[in-house]
């Protein structure tokens, strides 16, 4: 059973480009969350979302970000006009119900902006 | 306040030592409660969960404290590969999100 798939693992834009992160989840999981992890800081909710819905956006910055979870097809983390503050490692978890369910992370896309 | 507080570390310990981590919580509507580890450039993976009533898993035991909102980590007989960086989390009730300490790193030293 393959765990959370996340591509690309590492990713490089230039400032003004646009960054699309990708998160398969675990078979059979239907909820997946998005968190951020700043150089020598600790992991930061993003978003949450389930199949065509955004549950819970409350860790999105309002401009730039944004997320969907299609009906077929993975997640897509979105930042358009990347600045050099975006650079960071962005997680992806997965769990099959919402609740108390364990969360399982994704090995992560590290995004460098130049 | 920061929501959830660790010491940062680093502990540098010897082997067969034992460590022990704290960390405090400041929503006291917090419901669940864990213990990740993440290596270096890795993502966490989950130690364990704690429970009111403490909880042990092997070398590793986990202790809450609610009326105190504080969580801590005992890891006993310190191996080389218990080397990482020990994340506490805390959640709230239904769809809430995974809340993050900045995390304690540990070396453990040959």
């Known amino acids: 059973n393959a765990g959370v798939m996340q591509n690309p693992r590492h990713l490089v834009r230039r400032r003004g480009q646009e960054a699309r992160l990708r998160c398969s989840p675990m078979?059979?999981?239907?909820?997946v969350y998005w968190y951020r992890q700043l150089p020598e800081e600790g992991l930061k909710f993003m978003v949450y979302?389930?199949?065509?819905?955004?549950?819970?956006e409350s860790g999105m910055p309002k401009e730039r970000f944004s997320a969907e979870f299609p009906k077929e097809g993975p997640s897509i983390l979105r930042i358009q006009q990347v600045v050099r503050g975006d650079s960071a490692a962005y997680f992806c978890?997965?769990?099959?119900?919402?609740?108390?369910?364990?969360?399982?992370f994704g090995p992560g896309t590290r995004l460098t902006v130049l | 306040r920061k929501e959830v507080e660790q010491d940062p570390g680093p502990f540098n310990v010897p082997e067969g030592a034992t460590v022990a981590f704290n960390c405090t919580y400041s929503?006291?509507?917090?419901?669940?409660f864990f213990w990740y580890r993440q290596d270096c450039r890795k993502e966490p993976k989950l130690l364990m969960s704690?429970?009111?009533s403490g909880n042990e898993d092997g070398r590793f035991t986990a202790q809450l404290n609610r009326a105190s909102q504080y969580i801590s980590l005992l890891i006993r007989d310190s191996k080389l590969s218990d080397s990482a960086t020990y994340l506490c989390?805390?959640?709230?009730?239904?769809?809430?999100?995974?809340?993050f300490g900045k995390g304690t790193r540990l070396s453990v030293i040959a």
């Open positions: 929503n006291s509507a917090s419901q669940s």
């Open positions: 078979k059979g999981h239907s909820h």
């Open positions: 978890a997965s769990s099959s119900t919402g609740g108390a369910d364990t969360q399982y």
């Open positions: 979302l389930q199949k065509e819905n955004i549950i819970d």
């Open positions: 989390v805390v959640k709230g009730s239904g769809n809430t999100p995974l809340v």
């Open positions: 704690v429970y009111s």
